[in-house]
């Protein structure tokens, strides 16, 4: 499953610098109605890495206290960020995939 759950802002930095192809989930505890379908994107998707992150763990990472609204995604390669999104919407989801992988 290419789904890392993001425990500390050392991580985050570690996992966004290594990997090419990169979905970050930004989440909290009461913000669970898109996990599955993040679940099963991931699993459709191997070659994107998805970054869960919880605002409320990792709140100490620059890119986390930008975050105003959740469920809110954000993709990036190689580095860029490419596109971002606020809500819940699967379909969403799947574009910014597609577009990521393209």
Known sequence: ??????????????ELSTNELVIIYYTAKWCRAI??????????????IFLKVDIDLVSDH????????????????????IEEFTGASPDNLKKMIAELVK
């Open 1 to 14: 499953m290419s789904i890392i759950e993001i425990k500390s802002a050392s991580q985050f930095d570690e």
């Open 35 to 48: 996990g599955p379908a993040v679940r099963v994107l991931g699993e459709d998707n191997p070659s994107v």
């Open 62 to 81: 620059p890119l986390v206290k930008s975050v105003t609204s959740l469920p809110h995604f954000v993709s990036r390669k190689n580095g860029v960020e």
